[in-house]
């Protein structure tokens, strides 16, 4: 039975990428060899890296305009530190909209002082602090594009000179965005772009070598930018599958095409969260994110039936972060409309049932 999968991360992935993927583990490009069985440093892998930081750029609009795509490892959890690490000599600001920004401030303390800009922790995450001000002086200002446990978006970035670092995890390549006003992007490849085990990195090559600390080589950009991402062995396979990815969202006509298509659904769900006296949204309107639709029943006793019908009708992937229970629909690039609308019987069918 098919299976409608709106799970958070790791999420869904197009069916032609999965299959493409699946041979390649058999035999990559008619080699007689696995994807996985032949060395990072082949011709054949080379060119799969080299195409998939190519696409990266192009698809961002970011294409000889000094930046450049890394795909490492650690996950954006390793990213939390190693943009502290990299670029906060003294003194750097955060705007903390949910558990992911919380935790990248906890990490970057460890290496300076950090200035809470904004925080929507009063009303546990539910809006996108605005209005507030960025004080001088600050090495870089990091912002978290989707809040994928609360189900908000930073709709407009702040506009400063200050370089803005942004955690993109769970919206990278959903929608267009004037990518250069950031100066250094990071996303876990498991929401929006691939399975677990690489993180993108888009850095804007003269951000770097500002600050004074030597830097493990592990963690330096500057290292990993020399040696094109080759700097220890790549994860070949989740490299490969978001290559794949993103050569499938190109196909489809880049992000202003999936952008479109994520509004639709968005705003599918959403005009029956605000229908429907069933359900009820968690995320302040205006701050609603396109790509996690967090909400919960109104009555709690209607639980038990309205898991049922998700089962039986194949809608997987559901439940609400443990954090804020109730539900979360994860509308990734790769869900297509239809599963969305297949959701959205289930919950019109609950309120005729009353
Ligand atoms: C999932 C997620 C992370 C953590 O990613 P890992 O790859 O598991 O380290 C960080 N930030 C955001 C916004 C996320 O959604």
């Not at 190109?250 to 639709?264: C, D, M, Q, R, T």
């Not at 959403?270 to 609603?288: H, M, Q, T």
């Amino acid at each position: 039975m098919k299976k409608h999968n709106f799970s958070a991360g790791p999420c869904v992935l197009p069916q032609e990428v999965i299959a493409k993927a699946s041979a390649a583990v058999t035999d990559l490009d008619n080699s007689g060899l696995s994807l996985i069985e032949i060395s990072h440093r082949s011709h054949a892998f080379v060119e799969v890296m080299e195409k998939a930081r190519s696409l990266a750029l192009e698809l961002l609009g970011l294409e000889g305009k000094g930046y450049t795509a890394l795909f490492l490892q650690g996950g954006a959890s390793l990213e939390f530190l190693m943009v502290a690490y990299n670029l906060l000599e003294t003194k750097a600001g955060y705007l903390n909209t949910g558990t992911w920004s919380d935790k990248a401030i906890k990490e970057a303390k460890l290496f300076g002082e950090i200035v809470e800009v904004g925080s929507s922790k009063d009303k546990n995450f539910k809006y996108i602090p605005k209005g507030y001000a960025v004080p001088s002086g600050l090495d870089y200002l990091h912002v978290t594009s989707n809040n994928t446990i609360f189900g908000t978006q930073i709709k407009e970035f702040p506009k400063t000179d200050t370089p803005l670092v942004c955690d993109m995890s769970s919206d990278i390549f959903s929608r267009k965005l004037d990518f250069s006003q950031f100066g250094l992007i990071y996303a876990g490849a498991q929401k929006n772009m691939g399975p677990a085990g690489t993180t993108l990195i888009v850095v804007k090559n003269d951000i770097l070598g500002k600050v004074s600390r030597k830097i493990p080589s592990m963690l330096d950009y500057q290292v990993h930018i020399d040696k094109e991402s080759m700097f220890n062995t790549p994860a070949v396979f989740p490299v490969y599958v978001s290559m794949l990815t993103l050569e499938w969202l190109k196909n489809l006509g880049g992000i202003a095409a999936i952008e479109e298509i994520n509004e639709k659904k968005a705003q599918l769900i959403y005009s029956e969260i605000d229908l429907n006296p069933v359900f009820e949204g968690f995320a302040s309107k205006e701050d609603r994110s396109t790509m996690n639709a967090t909400f919960t029943l109104t009555d709690e006793k209607l639980k038990g039936s309205f898991d049922a019908m998700c089962k039986e009708a194949g809608v997987v992937g559901i439940n609400g972060h443990r954090s804020i229970g109730g539900y979360r629909a994860s509308m990734y690039n790769a869900l297509s409309l239809e599963s969305v609308g297949v959701l959205v019987d289930i919950m019109s069918e609950m309120e005729r049932k009353g």
